[in-house]
């Protein structure tokens, strides 16, 4: 057992007042964080250790009490000690919305969330946040390059190379800051929401929120790195929020214009970021659990780049030199 480990136990026992306790894996995660099952007089609760100095339990615990407060569905919070980052949460159980989207299934569930995402943009404070500025867009567009391009496939770009990258994202930084800005979860996805009783989904993993572009919880949800729609039925739910949104009070009718542009080049923002964040937890946490996941998600940038001169050069990038090196690099990779 490692000494987290035995430290969570050791606190969970004195919370509880019990004085033995079994833990279970709830969940992997991206992130530093571990989350752990616990079983207690017919129910069950969620530990999350969140070891400090790599992640922030007093960040999680502000925006999940200001969330709920709104009415959306984020975990109670039954003890907490922020010194040594440990958390004991309501458990949502396990109906994450990744194992239940299908055909039939996903208007409704998409509908949900989409109610809970206008609630977060129209009323979630976004004073206290961070803000996604240019220097925060462009920290996160360098991880396709040092992480993917570089760290995972070894490429060196030639001078043309460079010119089409950085032509493509200055073209997605500008259509960043140019948009309306709201409270973003920044990962609104099919990972993140559970089934829950009412109000549903539940919403997890949001403690990085920060104040930003108002198409990139939109973006992350319809076009998700974990689960793909035809473009049809996602532009279709996009223009649903769109008119939920004008509705709310985050948009205004006369930004139908330029709607779509921001929904297409925040979504390859997005891509791009998570690219380079799946490449990362490779080589750096020795996680290849998203190595697949790679493809689609930067399949959706080959699919935008054709509307935005600004972008056929990148996406020819991506499509004659990174996707081709990581399918032989996958190919060579001993199976995990």
Same mark, same amino acid.
Request: charged share 20%; hydrophobic share 45%.
């Given at each position: ?5 035995? %430290?969570?136990e050791?606190? #969970? ?24 099952r #616990?079983? %207690?007089? $017919? ?7 969140? @070891? ?11 925006i ?10 984020? *975990? ?6 922020r ?5 004991? &949460?309501?458990?949502?159980g396990?109906?994450? =919305? ?11 569930? =998409? ?16 004073? +206290?946040? @961070? ?13 396709f ?9 070894? !490429? ?11 032509? $493509?994202?200055?073209?997605?930084i ?5 948009? *309306? ?27 990085d ?5 108002v198409?990139?919880? !939109?973006?992350?949800? #319809?076009?998700?790195? =974990? ?8 532009? +279709? /739910?996009? /223009? $649903? ?12 009718? +006369?930004? +139908?214009?330029?709607?779509?542009? /921001? ?25 290849? $659990? =998203? ?14 780049? *054709? ?6 050069? &990148?996406?020819a %990038?991506?499509a ?17």
């Open positions: 057992m490692s000494a987290r480990r035995a %430290l969570l050791d606190w #969970l026992k004195a919370v509880l007042d019990r004085r033995e306790i079994s833990l279970t894996p709830a969940s992997g995660d991206a992130s530093f964080r571990h989350y752990w #616990l079983a %207690l007089d $017919g129910q069950t609760l969620i530990a999350m250790d969140a @070891p400090p100095g790599l992640e922030d339990t007093g960040r999680f615990v502000r999940a009490q200001a969330w709920r407060a709104l009415g959306l569905r984020t *975990p109670a919070i039954h003890a907490a000690d010194e040594r980052g440990f958390l004991l &949460l309501e458990d949502f396990q109906r994450l =919305y990744l194992n239940a989207l299908d055909d039939t299934s996903a208007d409704r569930l =998409y509908g949900d969330a989409l109610g809970a995402l206008a609630i977060i943009q129209a009323c979630a404070p976004t004073a +206290e946040l @961070p803000v996604y500025d240019a220097p925060f867009l462009c920290r996160e567009l360098d991880l390059r040092q992480w993917l391009v570089e760290g995972l496939l070894g !490429l060196t770009l030639s001078s043309g190379e460079e010119a089409d990258l950085e032509e $493509g994202l200055a073209l997605l500008a259509s960043a800051l140019e948009q *309306p800005q709201v409270c973003v979860h920044r990962d609104f996805h099919s990972r993140n929401l559970m089934i829950t009783a009412s109000p549903s989904p539940g919403i997890l993993d949001f403690q929120a920060v104040a930003g572009p198409t990139y919880d !939109l973006v992350s949800l #319809l076009r998700d790195c =974990y689960i793909a729609w035809p473009r049809a039925r996602v532009e +279709e /739910w996009a /223009w $649903g929020y769109f008119g939920l949104a004008v509705q709310s009070g985050i948009l205004r009718p +006369e930004q +139908e214009a330029d709607f779509l542009r /921001w929904f297409d080049l925040m979504g390859a923002q997005r891509h791009l970021k998570a690219s380079g964040i799946f490449a990362r937890l490779l080589i750096r946490d020795g996680k290849p $659990g =998203y190595l697949g996941d790679i493809p689609r998600t930067l399949g959706y940038v080959l699919e935008v780049a *054709p509307a935005y001169a600004p972008l056929r050069g &990148l996406a %990038l991506i004659d030199r990174v996707l081709p090196a990581l399918s032989a690099a996958t190919s060579r990779a001993p199976a995990t």
